[in-house]
Nanobody, 119 residues
Framework: QVQLVESGGGLVQPGGSLRLSCAAS????????MSWYRRAPGKERELVAG???????SYTESVKGRFTISRDNAKKMVYLQMNSLKPEDTAVYYC?????????????WGQGTLVTVSS
């Protein structure tokens, strides 16, 4: 069973940067996707960025050019580098693991880390 633990959240001023980390443990499927989601106060959960086991990345439009998702397979780590942060980036950020196994999608979520962008 895969487990995920996020870290790196905190309070940052507008225009600042933060790097979120997601540590995975357990047996990782050879084909899977790691993603970052966020849930802002009063809003629905939103997919922010994803990276496949092959390294292909994708981003939601609002973070393109500002956020970068990356992974270190040897360390079982996924990162989200967030630059030029805006108040609207304030949210709880969740790491997600998703794989297709036994003819069904299987997902694991981390506990979340709070990012607050405010002056």
């Amino acid at each position: 069973q895969v487990q995920l633990v996020e870290s790196g959240g905190g309070l940052v001023q507008p225009g600042g940067s933060l790097r979120l980390s997601c540590a995975a443990s357990g047996i990782i499927d050879s084909t899977h996707t790691m993603s970052w989601y966020r849930r802002a106060p009063g809003k629905e959960r939103e997919l922010v960025a994803g990276i496949s086991s092959g390294g292909r990345t994708s981003y939601t439009e609002s973070v393109k050019g500002r956020f970068t998702i990356s992974r270190d397979n040897a360390k079982k780590m996924v990162y989200l580098q967030m630059n030029s942060l805006k108040p609207e980036d304030t949210a709880v950020y969740y790491c997600n693991y998703r794989t297709w196994r036994d003819r069904t999608w299987r997902e694991v979520w981390g506990q979340g880390t709070l990012v607050t962008v405010s002056s």
